[in-house]
């Protein structure tokens, strides 16, 4: 197979998995960039990743930290007393029609 990628297999621990994401980190390359030039499979990297992530006891290293969808502005001053129509067409014939005041 010309062009094919021979990848020499390497076993490493769990401190040179941590030594190759640093690596990773400071390198600015993608996953897949940052892979191919180690000369490391991503899924050997991903696999990884998450294991070193939950034997330090962090979460998961590929997902990021969660952060809530939805912000309470709380209430909106006086605005209870004006009338509100909505009307929301929502195809074939189905119409939603909502009214506050």
């Known amino acids: 197979m010309a062009g094919a990628i021979k990848r020499k297999w390497r076993r490493r621990s769990r401190d040179e998995w941590?030594?190759?994401f640093a690596r990773h980190v400071s390198s600015g390359?993608?996953?897949?960039?940052?892979?191919a030039r180690?000369?490391?499979s991503v899924s050997s990297?991903?696999?990884w990743?998450?294991?070193?992530?939950?034997a330090s006891g962090a979460a998961d290293a590929r997902t990021p930290a969660?952060?809530?969808a939805f912000v309470d502005l709380g209430?909106?001053?006086?605005?209870?007393?004006?009338?509100?129509e909505l009307k929301l067409d929502l195809g074939g014939g189905l119409v939603l029609h909502l009214v506050r005041g």
């Not at 209430?75 to 509100?84: D, K, P």
């Open 18 to 20: 941590r030594e190759v």
């Open 29 to 35: 390359l993608s996953v897949a960039a940052f892979c």
């Open 38 to 40: 180690e000369s490391i």
């Open 45 to 47: 990297f991903q696999r």
């Open 49 to 54: 990743r998450a294991l070193v992530a939950l």
């Open 66 to 68: 969660r952060q809530e």
């Open 75 to 84: 209430v909106l001053g006086s605005g209870g007393a004006s009338r509100l």
